[in-house]
């Protein structure tokens, strides 16, 4: 029996969760696949990713620098990965061309309404940043049906250029603007919590009930995790399970099956606590 070629590319990769995870995976569903993480940089990644494929791969993860390029690299694309203008899924088919897809912001989705229950149907939701993480998670947020969805941005005009470019679905203005009422859930999805910083967000932003996530995770709880429990949060979450989500919807993309996500969340978690 062949052993089927996956890998995650991006840069910086060493202490990516992926293989890990898809390895997880692959034991719970009994498929025969080898999963690695390989260092690669938007130089090389043309060049990267055509070896692969001529190899023999069957699919990729793309990380930090790589979805713009990756989106570029697919033959073919499916409407989220169309609408994020990034591709985190590359996909070999039958026909030998390479599919892109985006499944982070499902992966978003299910770890927020299936993990945790959170309902987001009816509810005022603001996302905080109008980069790439932003980009990713719109259209799977606005297919929830939420009251409203509010992009806040440092660069106000960022958030002005999303909203035009996503037709008026949600509005775009700047951390300033925010003086409307508060909101059911506050997303976090600056690139602030990687160097422990906070977007400047007012302490009346947050409903009574209301929830905080962070789509960045680390080992210890990001800066705006931290933020949301001195708010008192509900629940104040950081993004390890939209991690674990978007793997497995990108698990099921490649073979078919669809892993069981909950198992795999709490070892990561009880990982990280030790
Ligand atoms: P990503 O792909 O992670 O979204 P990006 O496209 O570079 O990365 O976007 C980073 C986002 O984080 C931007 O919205 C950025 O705000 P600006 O557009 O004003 O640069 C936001 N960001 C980064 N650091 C921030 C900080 N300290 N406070 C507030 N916003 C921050």
Redesign the pocket.
Known sequence: MTTDKYAVFGSPINHSKSPKIHQLFAKQTGQNLEYTAQEVNAESFAKSVTDFFVQGGKGLNCT?PLKELAWQFANEKTNRANSAKAVNTLIKQADGLILGDNTDGVGLVRDLTLNHEIELRGKRILI???????RGIISPLLDEKPECLIVA???VE?AWELAIEFNHSFSGCGFDDLHEEPFDLILN????SL?G????ISQHLLAKNGICYDLAYGNEPTAFVQWGKAQNARQSLDGLGMLVEQAAEAFFLWRGVRPETKAVIELLNSARQN
């Open positions: 930090v905080l940043g109008a980069g790439g993480a932003t941005n440092r660069t960022k999805a600056t690139s602030a160097s910083e906070l977007p400047p």
